[in-house]
């Protein structure tokens, strides 16, 4: 069988395969550790769920209008004041299944063969292959641990093109961590605003950020800025509900517009269900998110101190999402029963073969000395998967 040369131009999620993997090793008896998957392990909040089983109760179990309910939109708009200061009305919001669908339908809309798309690395997993789906050229900003994984104007400005169409912003980072100060933000606003770039701001990790750190949109520093942005969120981080799949996008109505037309041949409308679910979680009580945010705070200074007293490991302090970065390329060139270790997939494979520990490469991020933890995981697995990985660095030699 032949398959389309668009659909051969991509890879798995490397995200999602890795935790399939620990899934069937654990199947086959197999006690895995996993540090892969990018899901809080906490449970949705009773209050959402039970909105949910409102929804099926009074049968609101049909096809919605394809870009969401007026409910759902009005949430989001009042959620987007509310937080970020930012006036939306209801034909500038479409709601999609998940922000990672949202992103694609973005990618899908906007772009094309003649266009380039900046994302700064390490950089989330599906991004580029969703900018590559499109037929855009990705344009990688690198960046490492010394200037924060973050990029900065003047590396930004010499990335830009004539086919520049847009750039993605994630902060809090996923696989990083880092967070974008308003400073910061401010002097990357003009460089975009100075080209008319566009933005894509992926902001799925706004809550879950530590210290005195605080979250901010490029979209609120001017009406330019909105102008040319396109935010994209959803509940799956924030309220623990990652199988419940709504994300959103509120930008520019020709661009909401153009989602929403696209997403009426291909999903329709998201669940109706789900929708219902998300209602209440934006506008319902949201102590659920600081209790959550302490308990992955504890589980981040205990990892991060961890993986330091590794010799060989360096890791960052994250101010945000829940994963943990780590340069584990000291032990590069070392050799375990006659394999040597030469790459991040190499060491992942070397963890999860000897000690039962499953992590994800940073190569899939787009950095190849660095490898990935999520711990969205409890302080018990996180403690045991440090001493696994202890061990198996020292036989190292
Ligand atoms: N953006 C980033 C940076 C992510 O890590 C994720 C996690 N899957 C998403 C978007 C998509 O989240 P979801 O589709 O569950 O809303
Ligand atoms: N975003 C999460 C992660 O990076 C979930 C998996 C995915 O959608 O990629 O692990």
Not at 2 to 7: E, N, P
Not at 226 to 233: D, M, P, S
Not at 272 to 284: F, H, K, M, P, T
Request: hydrophobic letters at 40%; one cysteine or more.
């Amino acid at each position: 069988m032949k398959l389309s040369s668009r659909i051969s131009s991509i890879k798995p999620s490397p995200t999602l395969e890795i935790t399939v993997k620990a899934n069937a090793l654990r199947a086959e008896g197999r006690d895995v550790i996993g540090f892969g998957a990018g899901e809080p392990d906490f449970d949705t909040p009773d209050t959402i769920k039970k909105a949910a089983v409102k929804a099926i109760e009074e049968g609101f179990t049909k096809y919605t209008p394809v870009d969401g309910i007026v409910e759902l939109k009005d949430a989001i708009i009042k959620k987007l004041k509310r937080d970020n200061q930012l006036d939306y009305t209801r034909s500038e919001i479409v709601v999609s299944c998940g922000a990672k669908h949202t992103l694609y339908n973005i990618t899908q809309v906007l772009f094309e063969e003649t266009d380039e798309v900046i994302i700064p690395s390490p950089y989330w997993v599906s991004y580029l292959d969703m900018v590559i789906l499109s037929g855009a050229t990705p344009v990688i900003i690198g960046t490492d641990p010394a200037q924060g994984f973050k990029i900065s104007p003047r590396q930004l400005e010499k990335a830009i093109t004539a086919k520049t169409k847009a750039i993605i912003i994630n902060s809090p980072a996923n696989p990083t961590g880092v967070v974008y100060t308003l400073p910061e933000l401010k002097a990357l606003a003009e460089v975009i605003g100075e080209k008319e770039v566009l933005v894509i701001s992926d902001d799925i990790y706004e809550k879950i950020i530590y210290d005195d750190m605080h979250f901010c949109n490029i979209a609120s520093l001017s009406e330019e800025m909105k102008r040319l942005t396109i935010v994209v969120n959803g509940v799956s981080k924030t309220y623990s509900m990652t199988g419940w799949r709504i994300g959103y996008a509120a930008g520019p109505e020709e661009i909401v517009a153009a989602i929403t037309k696209l997403q009426s041949q291909n999903t329709s409308n998201p669940t109706s269900i789900s929708q219902c679910a998300a209602v209440e979680a934006l506008n319902g009580n949201q102590s659920s998110i600081g209790e959550m945010v302490d308990e992955f705070k504890k589980r981040r200074d205990f990892i991060v101190d961890a993986l330091n007293d590794i010799p060989g490991i360096s890791c960052m302090l994250p101010q945000g999402a829940f994963y943990v970065f780590p340069d584990v390329s000291a032990c590069y060139g070392k050799v375990y029963n006659g394999k040597k270790i030469s790459s991040s997939s190499d060491f992942a494979a070397y963890l999860l073969d000897e000690a039962n520990v499953a992590v994800v490469p940073g190569a899939d991020f787009g950095n190849d000395k660095h490898i990935r933890l999520s711990y969205a995981t409890s302080l018990r697995h996180i403690e045991e998967g440090m001493k696994r990985i202890t061990n198996a660095v020292l036989k190292l030699s």
